[in-house]
């Protein structure tokens, strides 16, 4: 069984930046794509960002690609996600999963329902 905690999140100012942690526990990480997600009060979940098991292909959100930039480190047991140029609309708690490789067919990490373990979630509130 795999175990998801997130950190990292808090109040920031518009303009600033937050990073956010997902340790892993159990489990092979560097088999499983590992992704960011949030979901805003009375929104419906939105994908944020993936990397692949290796870290050589990432997929992001249009709206937060080039203010944020996610990582893992397979040693660690840890993805990242770094979010510069935080603002208002990013407000949401933000929840790290984690899926087996070989469920997609693709390079591509978007889709919540091929993750099977996902952390309780990090709240981020960007002030404008």
């Known amino acids: 069984q795999v175990q998801l905690v997130e950190s990292g999140g808090g109040l920031v100012q518009a303009g600033g930046s937050l990073r956010l942690s997902c340790a892993a526990s159990?489990?092979?990480?560097?088999?499983?794509?590992m992704a960011w997600f949030r979901q805003a009060p009375g929104k419906e979940r939105e994908f944020v960002a993936a990397?692949?098991?290796?870290?050589?292909?990432?997929n992001y959100l249009p709206s937060v690609k080039g203010r944020f930039t996610i990582s893992r480190d397979n040693p660690k047991n840890t993805v990242y996600l770094q979010m510069n140029s935080l603002k208002p609309e990013d407000t949401a708690p933000y929840y790290c999963a984690a899926g087996e490789s070989g469920r997609f067919l693709l390079p591509v990490y978007t889709d919540a329902g091929r993750y099977d373990y996902w952390g309780q979630g990090t709240q981020v509130t960007v002030s404008s």
């Open positions: 990397i692949s098991g290796s870290g050589a292909v990432v």
């Open positions: 159990g489990g092979t990480f560097r088999n499983k794509a």
